[in-house]
């Protein structure tokens, strides 16, 4: 059974950091590509980055330089590492597995909290 | 940058039809974008319920299909249930790695 579930979500400071997990389960993270999705309280959702199997890595653009994705595939895990946290940061944090070809996500993970604020 | 849109909301009667559409600021949606729609209820994970514009997702209802309606992807609910009424996504795949959600549609089902 495929499972995400993410961790690492809490209160932090603007200008701080914080590196969000995604442990999976039933599959392995570097044979899919994989995402993350974030919604802001009260919003919509919003496409984050993605880590393809290749290792290939983006961002929509308003994290970039400032949130980097990553995998361990040894711990079959994804990260977000991120950096020069914003109130606008404040969001629940999903992580969603990809479908290679379709271009959709099948599995996603209950969601972390990050709020940032002082 | 290219806005992907939607009809904040939408009312349905129990038993009726409604067809929810995700569109762009410039341009038509084709296959080409991989439309996707995903159905959330409040406090909850988004479910998968379509893919590469008219494939239902393991377990979806046969009352809910997609498609493209002149130059925007369309969900269909046909036969709209009380637990159809949430918040609906369309994801559009931008290319060169670049995914778009759009704004969300609330149906209510009344």
């Known amino acids: 059974e495929v499972q995400l579930v993410e961790s690492g979500g809490g209160l932090i400071q603007p200008g701080g950091s914080l590196r969000l997990s995604c442990a999976a389960s039933?599959?392995?993270?570097?044979?899919?590509?994989m995402s993350w999705v974030r919604q802001a309280p009260g919003k919509g959702l919003e496409w984050v980055s993605i880590?393809?199997?290749?290792?290939?890595?983006y961002y929509v653009d308003s994290v970039k330089g400032r949130f980097t994705i990553s995998r361990d595939n040894s711990e079959n895990t994804l990260y977000l590492q991120m950096n020069s946290l914003r109130a606008e940061d404040t969001a629940v944090y999903y992580c969603?597995?990809?479908?290679?070809?379709?271009?959709?996500?099948?599995?996603w993970g209950q969601g972390t909290l990050v709020t940032v604020s002082s | 940058q290219t806005v992907v849109t939607q009809e904040p909301s939408f009312s349905v009667s129990p038993g009726g039809t409604v067809t929810l559409t995700c569109g762009l600021s410039?341009?038509?949606?084709?296959?080409?974008?991989?439309p996707s729609w995903y159905q959330q209820t409040p406090g909850q994970a988004p479910r998968t319920l379509i893919y590469?514009?008219?494939t239902r997702s393991s377990g979806v209802p046969d009352r809910f299909s997609g498609s493209i309606l002149g130059n925007k992807a369309a969900l269909t609910i046909t036969g709209a249930q009380a637990d159809d009424e949430s918040d609906y996504y369309c994801?559009?795949?931008?290319?060169?790695?670049?995914?778009?959600f759009g704004g969300g549609t609330k149906l209510t089902v009344l």
């Open positions: 994801l559009l795949y931008m290319g060169s790695g670049i995914w778009v």
């Open positions: 590469t514009t008219n």
């Open positions: 969603a597995r990809g479908v290679t070809r379709s271009n959709f996500f099948d599995y």
């Open positions: 410039s341009g038509s949606v084709s296959p080409s974008y991989y």
């Open positions: 039933g599959f392995t993270v570097s044979s899919n590509f």
């Open positions: 880590i393809y199997s290749g290792g290939g890595t």
